[in-house]
């Protein structure tokens, strides 16, 4: 158990809705990252926040927002869902979000239909 | 481009024969390598950090080692339960972001 966690396991839904992913990070871990990962596919970057503010972004689709609230929990939000969309998102979080070890989540399963 | 590539994409073992899995770099500069496990549907746990050249960490039945051009996982008389993909992650030097390896799935027979 990394000390990450993240709510739902599993989400379906149909395309065009929109859908909410939390991350509550590690105790005393101040940066959060969030990757997708498609099916047999490598890990996507998609954004990391440092202590409330985004620090760095990779390939996220504009459909797709976060953020870090001041409890340091996080919400990945994807709207206008579309089949391609449907991954295993994952969470991870550092203490510094530097060059220190990113710790994963369990991940939430999304299938679009 | 900072690019990582692992090989094999998948290696089947018999229980007890040991290997090596493969991560070839190309960063401008590095500031570490990082190995993970990944079991299916599951987040990935992290094993190892590396950080410079000739660098060496173990745990349990795995090795890893770090050159300047690429990074192995050694794995000593494996049992079934090391059966995972094992993926690399290098953080270069002009930014924080983890640049990904596609991973090796590892099948490891009784």
């Known amino acids: 158990d990394s000390g990450v966690t993240q709510t739902p396991k599993h989400l379906i839904t149909a395309t065009g809705q929109r859908v909410t992913l939390r991350c509550s990070p590690r105790?005393?871990?101040?940066?959060v990252y969030w990757y997708q990962q498609s099916l047999d596919q490598g890990l996507q970057f998609l954004i990391q926040?440092?202590?409330?503010?985004?620090?760095a972004k990779g390939n996220i689709l504009e459909r797709f927002s976060a953020q870090q609230f001041p409890d340091l929990h996080s919400e990945l939000n994807l709207s206008s869902l579309e089949l391609g969309d449907s991954a295993l998102y994952f969470c991870?979080?550092?203490?510094?979000?530097?060059?220190?070890?990113?710790?994963f989540g369990p991940g939430t399963r999304l299938t679009v239909l | 481009e900072d690019q990582v590539t692992q090989s094999p994409e998948a290696l089947r073992l018999q229980e007890g024969e040991s290997s090596s899995l493969n991560c070839s770099y190309t960063?401008?500069?590095?500031?570490?390598l990082f190995w993970y496990r990944q079991d299916p549907g599951k987040g990935p746990e992290f094993l190892f950090t590396l950080y410079s050249a000739g660098e060496e960490k173990e745990k349990e039945r795995l090795k890893a080692t770090l050159t300047k051009k690429e990074s192995f996982l050694h794995i000593t008389a494996p049992k079934p339960e090391d059966s995972a993909t094992y993926l690399c992650?290098?953080?270069?030097?002009?930014?924080?972001?983890?640049?990904w390896g596609a991973g090796t799935k590892l099948i490891i027979k009784p």
């Open positions: 105790s005393g871990d101040l940066s």
């Open positions: 960063v401008s500069g590095l500031r570490g």
């Open positions: 926040y440092y202590n409330g503010e985004e620090r």
């Open positions: 991870a979080s550092s203490p510094e979000g530097l060059t220190d070890t990113q710790y």
């Open positions: 992650a290098v953080q270069a030097s002009s930014n924080y972001q983890l640049i």
